[in-house]
């Protein structure tokens, strides 16, 4: 059976240069890049050290736009892509780096319903980062079921 492992998220973003450098905090770095001649288009790969790529579409036109209205839950019972989320070993001390650092507006910690502690952190265009701290005991053997039934 294959074996299908995580490769890129893509994302439209409105200044790619902004973008480069707020995403360049969690450790992407640029790889590749296309531009269409008449620059109406520009690609980018941006790549963690495990291999992780984040591609970067630029329509010059969008930055013209207005920001989008995200807001955390970003429209979740709306299907499709929500949030990138990254883990990290230490949340809080991430986020006081993260703070330290001014890339973008921090949420507070919060426990999710699924028992994962998170933060989100806005991108440049106002689309949310989650930060999270995993430290549930996972067994695909005896998953883990939740409910909001008082106990």
Do not use: C
Not at 8 to 20: E, F, Q
Request: aromatic letters at 10%; a negative charge.
């Amino acid at each position: 059976m294959t074996t299908f492992a995580p490769h890129h998220i893509a994302l439209s973003v409105g200044d790619l240069d902004r973008s480069k450098a707020f995403y360049g905090y969690f450790g992407f770095r640029p790889v590749a890049e296309w531009s269409k001649s008449d620059k109406s288009l520009t690609i980018s790969h941006l790549r963690q050290d495990d291999g992780f790529v984040l591609e970067l579409f630029h329509y010059a036109d969008d930055g013209a736009r207005p920001r989008p209205a995200f807001t955390v839950g970003n429209n979740l019972p709306e299907i499709g892509v929500k949030h990138v989320g990254f883990t990290v070993p230490d949340l809080a001390a991430t986020r006081a780096e993260i703070i330290e650092a001014g890339i973008g507006e921090v949420t507070e910690i919060a426990r999710g319903r699924t028992l994962v502690d998170y933060f989100f952190v806005i991108d440049p265009d106002g689309m949310y980062v989650e930060v999270v701290h995993d430290a549930r005991d996972l067994d695909p053997e005896r998953p883990l079921l939740l409910t909001d039934a008082p106990r």
